[in-house]
């Protein structure tokens, strides 16, 4: 099965692919879509809405996750994330594809096994669990593939 992970931002949004079969992951695709902060909104969320859809065209995957949103303090950010958020889902939507949804302590537990798990840690069990001779890069790529993985746990337990 063919998963897309997104972990959404409006400056940064990361993407991964990975195959998932009989509890072996497999690394496709990696990524960030990037928009500059000088640009208007309008924009930088038809640029994410065009990138998303020509990864989503490109790669052709089964199935597809989102990380849920957590802000406690900055609601600018919160509400900027949000939009992109939209955007993504409506892309998703184009395609056929309705994410399912993870907050990162559920990517953290399914990814390391410990739900208070530190970056470091989530890439390298990334890195481990997909055979890679490095920890993608840049950050928002590999918490993409993190919340790929988590989903393809999630999807496996309900067989």
Excluded: W
């Excluded at 496709?28 to 809405?49: C, F």
């Amino acid at each position: 099965m063919r998963i897309l992970g997104v972990d959404p931002g409006t400056a940064t949004t990361g993407f991964g692919i990975i195959e998932y079969e009989r509890g072996q992951y497999a690394f496709v695709d990696a990524g960030v879509i990037t928009t500059p902060a000088g640009q208007p909104m309008p924009e930088r969320l038809v640029t994410l809405h065009e990138e998303l859809a020509e990864v989503i065209r490109e790669t052709k995957p089964a199935q597809a996750a989102v990380e849920l949103l957590y802000f406690s303090t900055n609601v600018t950010t919160a509400i900027s994330v949000g939009q992109a958020r939209g955007v993504i889902l409506l892309a998703l939507a184009e395609a056929g594809l309705i994410p399912a949804e993870y907050t990162p302590m559920q990517v953290k537990q399914a990814v390391t096994g410990y739900g208070g798990a530190k970056k470091p840690q989530i890439q390298e069990m990334v890195r481990v669990l997909l055979k890679l001779p490095t920890i993608p890069k840049p950050d928002d790529a590999a918490d993409a593939l993190a919340i790929a993985m988590t989903h393809a746990q999630q999807a496996d337990s309900l067989r």
